[in-house]
């Protein structure tokens, strides 16, 4: 795969400014791109400035995870939040969005470890996340070869990815 974004090329824009906005927005990652972009589709006229390239910067280096399973309590409710909006995106863009709900793994090295990720589940149920508990056979016979030193894990179905060179 050849990566579309290429310090070789510098960034440049072209166009003039707009001679007026209601709205400007600081930072073109995901977050800046996808505030814009709500706000437009609200009506309003928003100008996005960014110091590289639009969805440019670390916004297309990262694995792309949209990810409710291990998060801080106070974050769940933001995280299922922004997965029902990504789901939505999804419904919008189709596969043209590089969405995927494949859900997300965490293997437990530990009983210790196994141990943790059953005193988070409260959090996930409590924000209707549908994380589970994964036994040390549920995780050798879904991943072949792994062996049984995995004592167990979390899996949470619902968790995704939006590939980053495309979302």
């Known amino acids: 795969m050849h990566f579309p974004i290429s310090m070789a090329v510098p960034a440049r824009f072209l166009a003039p400014l707009p001679a007026a906005c209601d709205v400007v927005v600081i930072g073109g990652g995901v977050v800046g791109v996808m505030t814009a972009w709500f706000l437009a589709e609200r009506g309003m006229r928003v100008t996005l400035c960014e110091k590289g390239r639009i969805a440019g910067e670390q916004s297309s280096r990262n694995w792309g995870w949209i990810r409710q399973q291990g998060r801080d309590a106070a974050e769940l409710p933001i995280m299922v939040e922004s997965l029902r909006l990504w ?3 999804a419904q919008q863009f189709g596969d043209r969005l590089g969405f995927h709900q494949t859900g997300v793994m965490y293997l437990a090295g530990s009983e210790k470890a196994v141990e943790g990720y059953e005193a988070w589940l409260p959090h996930a ?11 040390r ?5 879904r991943l072949k070869g792994a062996g049984p030193g ?6 949470t179905p619902s968790d995704a990815r939006a590939e980053p060179w495309v979302a």
């Open 87 to 89: 789901q939505g995106l």
């Open 125 to 135: 149920q409590a924000n209707g996340v549908d994380s589970r508990l994964m036994s």
């Open 137 to 141: 056979r549920e995780v050798a016979a």
């Open 150 to 155: 995995w004592p167990g894990g979390l899996f």
